[in-house]
Each structure stands twice: as C-alpha cells, then as structure tokens.
C-alpha cells in the first residue's frame, strides 16, 4: 500500500550554517517518523542536509533531480529520479509530497511554494518569510508557519488527525 | 532568422475589467511593435484579453497551453502548443520568452515571475505588487515595475537599445 | 481562430543529402498549403532542411527544442519554443500537431511516432521503413504511407476532406 | 550512497495471464536481488503484476505516474510519484532506470525502449518481438533479448561485473 507519507523539504542550494543546521534536523525528524522525505536531490545547501539528516537515522531519500545525469546527486539520496527537465522538476516535487516544507531559499523555492498553493499542497514556512505574497493562503488552511523542525512535526501531524 | 521579440504576458486567468482591458491594450501594442506574444493560451483572463489584443492589431500569437486537448484554448491564440504537462509549461513560458511581462495573478503568475528570474529572463511587473520578495532582482537589472502597457513598451526598447 | 494546421515534420538530426532534398521539398509543400511547420526545431538534418524549405516559401516555422538556449536552433526556425526538456519536448511535438509526417531517422523519430499513435495523432511515413511494428495501425485509420512529399500532402488533404 | 540499482521494468497497461505472471517473476526476482523496482505506476497490466511481485518479496517500488492524481495508482506501489506530465514521464522512467526491462507492450512501450537506447540506457527485450527496427543496437551493446526473468537477471548480473 502506498500510504506512506512523503514530505518534501524545499530550500536553497546555497544556505547558511544555521539553516543547514536546522534541515539537517528536520531530516532527521522526518526519519524518526517512518515517513519519506522528497527533496531536489542535489549536492548543496538545504538538498544535502536534510537528505543527510534522514538518511543519518534511516530513512528512505529521494531526489527529484534537474539533470539528466547523476553528477550533482547527493550521495545521501538512497534514490535519485533524473527528470533531465530542469526546473520543470519543480513541479514534480509539490505534486509528489503530501506535504511540504520550505526552509529559506530563492527564486527555485518560491516557485515551488507557488506551485504547491496552486495544487491544494499545504505549504509549512520554515523560517522563511515571503512577505505577505502567499498570505490568502493561510485562511485556506494551506499555509503554515513554523520557527523549528519540531513545530513543523507538530503541524503535519496536527494536521493528518 | 529567429531574431523575432518573442514578450512573455504572464496573469491570472481570473482577473478585474480594469487589468482585462490593460491586458487587452498590451497585446495590441506589442503586435503594432512586430514583436509574437506568448502566452499561457486559455480562453481565460489575461491571456484571453491580451492575445485578443494582439490578434486584433495582427500579430502573431501563440499559447503554451497546460492541456492535451485545445478544449480550452482562447480562440485569439494562432498557434496552440499542447504539452499536456500542467503547472510544467510555465517553465516552458518564461525559457521561450525573450522579456516576461507579469499583469496581475496569483500563485501561477508568481511561479512564472520565479522561474523567470532563476533562468535569467528579465521581469517587467505590470501593476502587479508582489511584496519586497524578489527585490534582490532590481539590483541586478532583471526586475523593473510599470504602471501602464506603454511604459512596458519603453522599458523593452530601453533594455533592447 | 486557431484553425490553421499546424504539420509536425520529424526525422533524424542526421540525414543522407537525398533525405534533406525530400525534406526541404516537403517544407516548401506544407508553407504553399499556408500550414505551419513545426518541427524539433535544431539545425541539423530533417529538422533544418524542412524548416529551411518552409521559409524560402514564406511559411511559418516553430521549433521545440530541447535546450534551454537557443544555440542549437536552425537559424529557419521563426519561432524557437525552449522547452529545456530534452527528450521529453518529443511529447509537446506530436500532442501539438494535427499530422505527424516522419521522415528517416533513429531512437528519436521512432518515439515520436510511437507517441503520435498512442495519442491518436495520425502519421504518414515518408521513406520510413519501420518494419511491421506499428501496422496494426494502418487499420485503425492512423498510420499511413507515402513515397514522396506530393504524397503527404495528398493523403492530409484526403484525410481532411 | 544512492548505488542501489534500479530497474525499470516496462510494458503494456493490457496484458495476457502469460504475461502478467511473467511481470510478477521479474518483479520477485528483481527485489531477491535487493534492487529496486520502477515502472510507470498504474494499477494495471505489467505495472501493477511487476509492482505486486517486488512488494510480495520485500522490494522498493517507485511508480512514475503520468497523472497529477493518485487515482490510478497501483496499490503495490510503495512510492507513487506524480508527474503531471502525460506520456512525457516516459523520459523519467528511462533516465532514473540503469537497466530499461521491456515486456510486451504497444506504442508507450515501444517509445520507453526507443527513448532509452538515445539515453544510452541498456535494454533488454523480455518475450518482447520489436522486429529489426532497433536491430542496430545489438552490435553497440545496449540491445539484449532474454526469453525467462531468469535470463533478465543473468543478462544484468553479468553486465555489471
């Protein structure tokens, strides 16, 4: 049965220690759940941490990746997905995650939250303040706010009961 | 040659009469200026309104349509393109476009703003406020503002010069 | 209105000069009826020569191509569609025809026709051999042949009657 | 380290008894292996028989859906992803596989094979008649043809040493 749950953590390729710090925990967290966690796939910033942190406690990682090639994987996703779409990609990742998470990122991971807004995916901010861009969002029940890895546990799991 | 302006006219397939008629009078100027515009292709909203705009003043109009089918397609599209990969296509949107041009929307129209910017398309936001969230742009000559269809105009043949 | 046929012509980036010859004629035959050519849209092979032949006679070429750049496109294309895709874009080709003409060529070509079929898109071999593989097709009123571009354009205007 | 193997088993949504109780051996010997299985996902024909045979025997299964929806997934598969995409996704199946496994099937099948040869992906024919039309991959050492699931593991085991 395909009923486990699959979160995608979105977030920038290029990140601060804290924030690696911080997806590196929410990796872990994920894991800890017996859940799947879904990233861009790639070697850098957010990708690699938090598929650090999941693969670290055990836990199944998966890689949308842009490329069509295994150059830029992170050796910590157990299972890459070559797209060979570029940020077409983009839209795999919303649409596979039964939730998503977006730690702070740009232009890639705006568009992601976009994208998962649009396809009635509920969106948890980590840390990461958009302005008040996705703001109708919220009274949706679609949009999230979250200052710590735990809080986004509680909100997922707050919200499948 | 291939040396034809290819502009961009991203929007809300949902919008006011006011941004419908500014939408209209943007494809017109486009067309009078010989430059294709390229759209989302429904027969909704922005697209509808500015490929009417353009194909009224008789100029080329082609529609990056979501669908499989041309069920949906604006009648003032002369070349549907069907990719049957939804949400993907915006990525094919702002790639083909030589300038973007975002009227009012929602989490589409921001999606396309994003992925325009990450691929190094310049953004020319049309009454369309957006926040600070891609402010970082302006400095590095991707992002501009304008009030009305003309001052999108001067702005493409400003940057063109 | 978007009531002009738009014909895909397919067939290898490389190709004998007796094929170019052919595809170039056919270019030229497609622009006379006032359809549009859309093609892979590279500048090589069948793809360069047929939107080569449809522009020497004032037709309207479209190219999809898989890059994300337009450094591989035919300089006969008029309007380049950057997909950055790769071989995906062999979707976008087949779903936005209303006839598929294969002309000689690989792995590549043979994708498409296989794809135009399974989407009810009807394809005419021009020179194409490809043995018995998709002849339960020919029943099914899809699949057809023709030895010479005149050909191709009569079996689309008999189909079209 | 993401050097798990993964195969993509390909074929047809209809399929004979024959058939489907073929696609289950694969898919049994497939995960004995402790390699993961991927197809295209559906609840259907050499997908789902395959799917069914990995989970049955402890195997990771990855279903690259055509859809946006989970509708049509197969319930043996353990991660369904959501393309969106149409017949586009059969680009995916062939890229993230590192062997393409082609059961009989019509022309979604035939495009996967074509698709995987121009990717340099080796393929190996299952019971599955394609006439001479790929013949030329033989000689280039991506073509195989195997009779039994047995052979198939043969033929991969072999090629990997």
Not at 10 to 31: C, D, K, V
Not at 107 to 123: D, F, H, P
Request: net charge neutral; glycine share 14%.
């Amino acid at each position: 049965m395909n009923d486990q749950m699959i979160i995608g953590v979105m977030g920038g390729g290029q990140a601060s220690a804290a924030n690696i710090q911080t997806a590196y925990e929410l990796g872990t967290l994920i894991a800890r759940q017996g859940w799947i966690l879904l990233n861009g796939g790639r070697n850098a910033g957010i990708m690699d941490a938090s598929a650090r942190g999941a693969q670290d406690h055990g836990g199944i990682t998966i890689g949308i990746l842009p490329d069509d090639t295994t150059r830029r994987v992170s050796r910590h996703i157990q299972i890459p997905i070559l797209t060979g779409m570029g940020d077409a990609r983009n839209y795999i990742n919303v649409l596979t995650s039964h939730f998503v998470v977006a730690c702070p990122g740009g232009t890639g991971t705006i568009s992601e939250i976009a994208l998962a807004l649009k396809n009635k995916r509920r969106v948890i901010l980590l840390s990461f303040d958009t302005g008040g861009i996705f703001d109708d969002y919220r009274s949706k029940g679609l949009l999230f706010t979250a200052a710590t890895p735990e809080e986004v546990i509680k909100i997922i799991k707050d919200l499948m009961a």
